[in-house]
Each structure stands twice: as structure tokens, then as C-alpha cells.
């Protein structure tokens, strides 16, 4: 057999894993026969039938006499349906980003998808984390190599990189923030719903004068309004991490009738840090009731009474990654956006 | 040209970038000649030069007129020097995990090489973590197949495991974890140097009847020995993370005088949990001094008075990859440890 011939039959492979992964065929599923398979991915019968004979002989296919071929292994790791590349956050800024990672990774694998990282090192202690494209030189090598189908990314895009995606008709998917934002694609928590639920919960818990911890961005403000409708309380903006040691600090200054008596906090790291900067200054002798949105999945442990906003970050993977097959398969240039559910749970840990 | 000669050329540009990476070439340095990397890679010459050529076209190489061919980008996104297998941890155990696997996945790409994680679907919520190898079919598979050349592994590998892979002359990297692990090659945290210094902080600290917190686990009794000896304190053991509730209460229900007035606590995690549990249950009124083993890159917020052993992730992951790099190049079936260093901080977030 020459190397000719062996090329071509790979790609038969691979074409034909691709069809068993879009199928979502399961152990045991029959396999459509050769001519069937010919006809769909454009090849030669006899490519198609040395391409099921060599995934026989690896024990991806099997072939019962009379019967037919089917469906031995529908977990072929290493053989690939879509090769995607994932655009990871600051890795140090949150466990959250970190476990998101892990989770698209792990629901590509699942999809019979390679997931290629393209590593942060480029945009690591950036603040600016627009044009974050251009600093993975990768994405834009793979994608005129035509061998990226897809992008999974943690960051914002800039409208050049999302143009420059949209032009390629390269899908790509947003998972994980709040809303809104404007990829092609995303999977995002509802800061008006998280703003919402709350306010009710703040309320149900008796608080008349609540705060919502939130960072200085102008995407907070809308929500900053929602809350002071809401709950009368007024939102206490911080720019950044380290700010919220001499934050806690003047609301300890504060009589202790002024200070809020409960805080809405999207964002489970600053809580924890404004908790413990609470205690270390003042003890236990100041701490009001928390609500603190989450991941159900690493909620770290919190030293005051708190309840969470809970949401599944495997439920974002598998949404986001789901989300960006189905557009890799049809790709459809309009916006989609997925809202995540969202629950309410005490921080029992 | 022939798919036949194709695939030889590919085979060639696929070497001489391995070659480049090996090297630890830079931008700017000059490539050996077409007859030295014929010889060296056991390829024609003819096909040793088609692969420059089309080296060339993509950016990778520079042909300067009667001077030579030198490196461009030695950074080759998509091309790829070795392919290694990542066995992560249980997804949601530790912040600290998941840390790690990205750095690991970084290093890796820094060095050229394409990092596939096995994802860890078949190992989630087993609390036995042993034979991990064999519920990661995919590492077999690929390793069968001649397409894996190395194993990075969060996770502890049985015997069986081990000389599954020694037989196969894999290369496998242990890393993260304390010392000692029996893996072919790791990069661990020395048990025993954070015992003693962490008695050395304690005393320091003015403790007199600190206590150890450490896992019910017989890797952690010579530890306990060494601590009592050092300080006259005793270990504390605990079984699951959901017993440090409970033992934060046993504790809380000694008279104040018999209580430990300082802990040594050799995991981030059970040190917030147990903590916040103690605030929990009493306020801040028992906040004993706390000498806490983290991350340097990843200090998660402490409500009490603390001062941490830190490590750098982002060190353990270069030294793991170096490790196995170097074994992948030149196989040594010999065990070799790599012990990280440690440093005092105090935990400032």
C-alpha cells in the first residue's frame, strides 16, 4: 500500500470518527454502510472500506458476519472530531477561571474534540485583557492553517478580534462571566437575574440597609440602580482586589447604625477577602449577612452566615461547548446567547 | 508531488522542528545544514530540503542568500515537539490542582510540545485514586499507538501502573504533592522540611501546645513523630474534609488553657475550612496563630492571624516538564526526585 493511498484513508478515518462523534452514536450502534459513508463524506468506496477495515484492526469498529459493522468504542481519545482552541483567562485571578478551564477541557474530550490551551503567558499580569487574540499568536496561525474549528474563550474580545473570527467564520463562544457580552456565542450569568434574587434574599433575611459589593465598571451600574430600587441600599464599588482591605476598614469607621447590614457580592474571591479583611481587623463583632454568587462546584468555605447564588460551571462547559459544536456543524452568523441558571443554596461548607 | 513524497516531507518538517525545540534554539540562530540534519534525522536529503523549503513558506525558518537558514519563530504554534499526556486530579477537590494542570499545560506548550489532558470523568468522585491509569483508557491507547512520548501526573500511580509505563519506556512525571511519591520521575514538596519549618514558625510564634492538622494517613505518622518531637505538640488527625466541622467544635468544647494556642496546617484548604469553621461556631474568640502550606501564586484569603509556607506552582510545573523533557530525550529508567523549594511569607491577602 502506498503512502498515497494511506493518506487518504486516514482522512477516511478521521472523516468517518467525525460522523460517529456528530451522530452521538453510542456502543453498539450501527455503523451506515460503506455506500451510505462513500456518498456522505465524498470518498471513494474503497477508501471507505479500508477506513472501517483500520478502525476494525484498532477496535473503534466492529464487524459482525451478515450482520453488519458497529460500534465498539464510541471513546476513541486521540482520534479527533474537531480540533478547538481555548482562550484561557489570567490564570492566577480566580480558582473559578482555573476549574472553567479544566471543565471546557475535560466536555471537548467528552465530544470527541481535541481542546488545544492557548496559554496565557502573553496576556498573564495584563490588565488590559482586550486584543488578547492577537497575543496568542497561535489562534490566528491555526485558523489560516485552517486547523482550528472553533474557539472556546474566557476573556472578552476585542471588535477587531471578533471581527477577524466572524470573518474566517471561525465560531466562537464567551463561557462564563456576567452578561451581557458580545461574542458570537455565549454562555453567561444574568447580572440583572443575580441582582434580582439578591436583593429578594437580602430582604427575606431582614437587611434594611444592604449594600452589593461590585467593581467600579460601568457594566455594574445598570445593576447598581436594580438594587437601589429594589432594597433602597446603595452599591459600594471597588477598583480593584487590594482595595478591599482599607474598604472594610472605613465601614468599620463608620457608627455601627450606618454600616450595612447585609452585602450582595457576584463574586464568591471577593467576598472571602472582604470577610477575612472584616475579621482581621474587627474580629467577629461585625459581620453581616452575605448572599455570594458561586460555583456549586468549588464553594469555598466562608467564615460568616452567607447564602450563594449558586451556579454549575459544568453546566456553563457543557452549554458553551455544545453551543459551539452545534455552529461548528452549521455555522450561522447571528449573536447567540445561552442565560445560565442560576439556584439559591446555603454555604454549607 | 505525490501524497507519498508529501507525507515524508511532512515527517521531516515534524523532526527538524523537534530538532529546533531540543535545541532550546532562539529567533536569529542558524540551522545546521541539509546534509548535517539529513544525516542526524535519517532522512533524504532531497526530503531534508523540501521540509526547509516549506519551513520557509510558513514563517518558521529564514533563508538569507548565501549566509544560511536560520530560526524565525522558534515559537511554533501547532507544530509540535512531543506530545504529552496530562492524568489530572479530581477536578474539584483543590483550587491547587486545578492550578497546576494549567501550569503544566503552559510549561508544555512553552516547550513546544502538545499537552492532551486526560480528563478525569471515569476518576471524578472516587475517592480511590489508585489504577488511575487504567481508567484513563485513552493514555493506553495513545501509548499503544506510539503517539504519546510522556506522562505528567497529578495523581499517585499504582505499581502496576508504574511498570505498565516502565515497560513501555515511558517517561512519567509525578508532580505536585508531598514527598515521598515512587513515580519514575517527580518534583515533590519535602514532608519532613515542612514539618520542621513549620515547628520552627510556631515556636517562633510563641506557641507553646501547637497542634499538627493532617490527613488520617500513614504518609503523614513519621511527620507527626518529627512534630511532637519538635515542638512536644500533637497531630490532630482527620479523615474527610467534612469532619473539620466537627472537630473544630471537639475543640472549641475543651476548656480555653487546654486548646492548642497554634496549628500547623499542611493544606490551604482544610486551613480555610477549619478556620471558618471555628468563626463559625465562636466568633473570632479562639483564632489561634496559623503556619499554613499554599501556593505562592494563588493565597486564598485567611480570616486569622497566619503565615504560609509558600511554593510556586508556576516553579513546580517548569521543573516537572524539564524533568521529563530530559528523560523523554535520553530515557534513564533510574527514579529521580526533585525536592521544591520552600519559602516563609506572611499571607498579606
Same sequence: chains 1, 2.
Avoid at 434574587?197 to 457594566?219: I, K, T, V, Y
Avoid at 461585625?286 to 451556579?311: D, K, N, R, T, W
Wanted: hydrophobic share 40%.
Amino acid at each position: 500500500m502506498s503512502d498515497g493511498i494511506g493518506k487518504r484513508t486516514e482522512l477516511a478515518k478521521e472523516l468517518i470518527v467525525r460522523e460517529i462523534w456528530n451522530r452521538g452514536a453510542k456502543q453498539g450502534d450501527r455503523l451506515p454502510s460503506c455506500g451510505t459513508l462513500s456518498k456522505k463524506l465524498n470518498l471513494g468506496r474503497a477508501t471507505v472500506f479500508r477506513a472501517v477495515k483500520k478502525l476494525q484492526e484498532e477496535g473503534i469498529l466492529l464487524a459482525r458476519d451478515r450482520v453488519g459493522v458497529f460500534i465498539a468504542d464510541p471513546k476513541t481519545p486521540g482520534r479527533v472530531s474537531y480540533q478547538i482552541g481555548l482562550l484561557i483567562g489570567n490564570m492566577n485571578s480566580s480558582p473559578f477561571n482555573n476549574l472553567m478551564s479544566i471543565y471546557l477541557q475535560n466536555h471537548c474530550n467528552d465530544k470527541g474534540c481535541r481542546c488545544l490551551m492557548f496559554h496565557p503567558a502573553h496576556v498573564l499580569h495584563q490588565t488590559a485583557l482586550e486584543d488578547s487574540l492577537s497575543a496568542h499568536l497561535g489562534v490566528r496561525q491555526q485558523i489560516e492553517r485552517g486547523e482550528l474549528h472553533g474557539l472556546l474563550t474566557q476573556l472578552s474580545l476585542s471588535e477587531e478580534n471578533r471581527d477577524y473570527l466572524e470573518k474566517h467564520r471561525i465560531p466562537y463562544c464567551f463561557a462564563g462571566g456576567l452578561s451581557p457580552n458580545p461574542a458570537h456565542l455565549s454562555v453567561v450569568i444574568s447580572l440583572p437575574e443575580v441582582t434580582r434574587m439578591g436583593s429578594r434574599r437580602l430582604s427575606l433575611a431582614g437587611c434594611r440597609n444592604p449594600s452589593m459589593l461590585a467593581p467600579e465598571a460601568e457594566q455594574f451600574s445598570e445593576a447598581a440602580e436594580l438594587f437601589k430600587k429594589m432594597t433602597g441600599g446603595t452599591c459600594v464599588p471597588y477598583q480593584n482586589l487590594s482595595d478591599l482591605g482599607s474598604l472594610a476598614q472605613k465601614i468599620l469607621r463608620l457608627p455601627p447604625k450606618k454600616r450595612p447590614d447585609g452585602f450582595l457580592i457576584p463574586d464568591d474571591l471577593v467576598a472571602q477577602l472582604f470577610y477575612s479583611a472584616l475579621i482581621r481587623q474587627n474580629g467577629s463583632g461585625y459581620l453581616p449577612h452575605a448572599v455570594i454568587l458561586a460555583p456549586a462546584e468549588q464553594l469555598l468555605p466562608f467564615p460568616g452566615e452567607s447564602e450563594v447564588i449558586e451556579f454549575s460551571v459544568m453546566e456553563l462547559a457543557r452549554r458553551a461547548v455544545g453551543l459551539l459544536l452545534e455552529n461548528i456543524r452549521n455555522y450561522s452568523p447571528e449573536r447567540q446567547e445561552i442565560i445560565l441558571p442560576l439556584k439559591v443554596g446555603k454555604n454549607v461548607l
